[in-house]
């Protein structure tokens, strides 16, 4: 299972041995390079970065940090190993081997589903490229790159499973991959979280607290695919994201340490004041935090859907942690509430749990979310500070599903159309908060140095020093 670094691609797949398989693979290969050349972080290409690049996927090999520049990153196909006799754990084929190949009735279905997850993640490194320039720190900086490789990495990962099992149609899938652009008019990113712009580092934050857990609970979703080489290449995935969402999580901690020192010492909560100071006020915080929040629980889909049901019925995506879940894992005749508009009020119905799935995996997401900002609650509350953050009701801002066509506040009341208006400014952010966050977004780059609005980390990358060199300018 080890990878072979004389191979131009490294993975280990045994892509040397299927010569049909790397030469196409050798094709895309280029037009991969120049995609990054031309979406990938910006003014970038001659920088040496201090990054993590996976030679294995055991523990002590998947982490191995070095100076790379990006361009000649080693972007690599790497397989979680296979688990001997793994049975399918759930839908109608439950007790079955696991698949090797793609079975042909399922063939159009898991397409599908690998060309949405996998254009997730070019459209990403494509929303944060000008991101590099407003950076923080070095450190942040770094983390940013970081981030941007691993999801170039993902992309590898869902290229692999086109070209070694789709044939032409996947090759032609994998060349479209790189021709969409998040936010183009005309051939946009296929899901919507994906083609808004992340302008600032307080959203960089936020999309990677918010919309890389959405990664993490999609990704669950197939490593649980009855297709192995799909569960296998989504467990491995699973472990970059981990890194993605603390990049999120500690980095809006640290906005709200700096911003809760000032709050401290000046003895003010007026934001009007700490933006004369130069900090982020915890009232835009939450107005982020609810924006990003409602964005990415539109991504699971509408609430009922029979697409959901046929993915897990037909074996190709499970549910988070399925095998820890005690039912029947067939859900024939199971229910799952989701949410209607009843007397005004919304209310829990019961529905099939089949077509629910969407909604079990949104809330799944849900909960994982709210106990990662109750984390940063209780900094607030150990520092002696009263406001709270909350995670907005999951029926807030939605364009997607049937909750699209009705006004819900933060806290899940329905409202009229003339309330909302009155309201919306408390709830999302106004041009003039995105307009003062773009104003804090200079350039910090000197080694140890950071930007006035956010703390430093509590400690540095791989046991490096905070004011290390981790990235070469050249
Ligand atoms: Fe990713
Ligand atoms: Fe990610």
Same mark, same amino acid.
Request: with cysteine.
């Given at each position: 299972?080890?990878?072979?670094?004389?191979?131009?691609?490294?993975?280990?797949?045994?892509?040397? *041995?299927?010569?049909?398989?790397?030469?196409?693979?050798?094709?895309?290969?280029?037009?991969?390079?120049?995609?990054?050349?031309?979406?990938?972080?910006?003014?970038?290409?001659?920088?040496?970065?201090?990054?993590?690049?996976?030679? *294995?996927?055991?523990?002590?090999?998947?982490?191995?940090?070095?100076?790379?520049?990006?361009?000649?990153?080693?972007?690599?196909?790497?397989?979680?190993?296979?688990?001997?006799?793994?049975?399918?754990?759930?839908?109608?084929?439950?007790?079955?081997?696991?698949?090797?190949?793609?079975?042909?009735?399922?063939?159009?279905?898991?397409?599908?589903?690998?060309?949405?997850?996998?254009?997730?993640?070019?459209?990403?490194?494509?929303?944060?490229?000008?991101?590099?320039?407003?950076?923080?720190?070095?450190?942040?900086?770094?983390?940013?790159?970081?981030?941007?490789?691993?999801?170039?990495?993902?992309?590898?990962?869902?290229?692999?499973?086109?070209?070694?099992?789709?044939?032409?149609?996947?090759?032609?899938?994998?060349?479209?991959?790189?021709?969409?652009?998040?936010?183009?008019?005309?051939?946009?990113?296929?899901?919507?979280?994906?083609?808004?712009?992340?302008?600032?580092?307080?959203?960089?934050?936020?999309?990677?607290?918010?919309?890389?857990?959405?990664?993490?609970?999609?990704?669950?979703?197939?490593?649980?695919?009855?297709?192995?080489?799909?569960?296998?290449?989504?467990?491995?995935?699973?472990?970059?994201?981990?890194?993605?969402?603390?990049?999120?999580?500690?980095?809006?901690?640290?906005?709200?340490?700096?911003?809760?020192?000032?709050?401290?010492?000046?003895?003010?909560?007026?934001?009007?004041?700490?933006?004369?100071?130069?900090?982020?006020?915890?009232?835009?915080?939450?107005?982020?935090?609810? =924006?990003?929040?409602?964005?990415?629980?539109?991504?699971?889909?509408?609430?009922?859907?029979?697409?959901?049901?046929?993915?897990?019925?037909?074996?190709?995506?499970?549910?988070?942690?399925?095998?820890?879940?005690?039912?029947?894992?067939?859900?024939?005749?199971?229910?799952?509430?989701?949410?209607?508009?009843?007397?005004?009020?919304?209310?829990?119905?019961?529905?099939?749990?089949?077509?629910?799935?969407?909604?079990?995996?949104?809330?799944?997401?849900?909960?994982?979310?709210?106990?990662?900002?109750?984390?940063?609650?209780?900094?607030?509350?150990?520092?002696?500070?009263?406001?709270?953050?909350?995670?907005?009701?999951?029926? =807030?801002?939605?364009?997607?599903?049937?909750?699209?066509?009705?006004?819900?506040?933060?806290?899940?009341?329905?409202? *009229?159309?003339?309330?909302?208006?009155?309201?919306?400014?408390?709830?999302?952010?106004?041009?003039?908060?995105?307009?003062?966050?773009?104003?804090?977004?200079?350039?910090?780059?000197?080694?140890?140095?950071?930007?006035?609005?956010?703390?430093?980390?509590?400690?540095?990358?791989?046991?490096?020093?905070?004011?290390?060199?981790?990235?070469?300018?050249?």
């Amino acid at each position: 299972m080890d990878i072979s670094y004389s191979d131009s691609i490294p993975n280990n797949v045994e892509l040397a *041995s299927d010569k049909v398989l790397q030469r196409a693979l050798e094709h895309w290969q280029p037009q991969f390079r120049a995609w990054w050349g031309e979406m990938g972080p910006e003014g970038s290409s001659a920088y040496d970065v201090y990054l993590r690049t996976a030679v *294995s996927v055991d523990r002590a090999g998947w982490a191995q940090f070095g100076y790379v520049k990006m361009p000649d990153y080693r972007w690599g196909i790497f397989l979680n190993p296979a688990e001997p006799d793994r049975k399918i754990a759930f839908g109608a084929h439950r007790g079955e081997p696991v698949w090797q190949e793609v079975p042909g009735e399922y063939r159009a279905n898991l397409r599908r589903i690998i060309v949405t997850q996998g254009d997730t993640e070019p459209a990403s490194v494509e929303q944060q490229r000008h991101l590099g320039l407003t950076c923080p720190s070095m450190y942040d900086l770094r983390n940013l790159f970081q981030v941007n490789v691993e999801e170039g990495r993902h992309l590898w990962a869902m290229v692999y499973l086109l070209h070694r099992f789709f044939g032409r149609d996947g090759r032609e899938e994998a060349e479209a991959l790189l021709g969409r652009r998040s936010g183009d008019v005309d051939n946009p990113r296929i899901l919507g979280a994906f083609n808004e712009p992340t302008p600032d580092w307080l959203s960089f934050f936020m999309f990677t607290f918010f919309t890389d857990r959405d990664g993490k609970f999609q990704l669950s979703a197939l490593a649980e695919s009855a297709f192995d080489p799909l569960a296998r290449t989504t467990r491995f995935m699973l472990t970059e994201e981990g890194h993605h969402m603390f990049v999120g999580r500690n980095g809006i901690r640290r906005i709200i340490d700096r911003t809760v020192e000032i709050m401290t010492r000046e003895r003010t909560d007026d934001p009007r004041r700490l933006r004369a100071l130069g900090v982020i006020d915890l009232p835009t915080i939450q107005r982020y935090l609810n =924006f990003h929040s409602s964005v990415t629980v539109d991504l699971f889909g509408a609430d009922l859907s029979s697409n959901a049901a046929t993915f897990y019925t037909t074996g190709l995506k499970g549910r988070f942690r399925e095998e820890h879940i005690g039912d029947d894992h067939v859900l024939r005749d199971a229910a799952y509430p989701v949410l209607e508009l009843a007397d005004g009020a919304l209310r829990g119905r019961e529905a099939p749990a089949l077509n629910a799935l969407n909604e079990r995996l949104r809330d799944d997401f849900v909960r994982d979310s709210v106990a990662g900002v109750d984390a940063w609650n209780s900094a607030l509350e150990k520092r002696g500070i009263e406001l709270r953050l909350r995670v907005p009701h999951k029926a =807030f801002n939605r364009q997607i599903g049937p909750l699209a066509g009705i006004k819900v506040s933060p806290d899940g009341r329905v409202i *009229s159309a003339a309330d909302w208006e009155a309201n919306v400014r408390d709830w999302l952010p106004t041009a003039e908060d995105r307009e003062y966050v773009q104003s804090l977004m200079g350039r910090v780059i000197a080694p140890g140095q950071f930007a006035n609005w956010i703390s430093p980390p509590a400690s540095g990358i791989n046991g490096q020093p905070l004011d290390c060199e981790y990235v070469r300018f050249g």
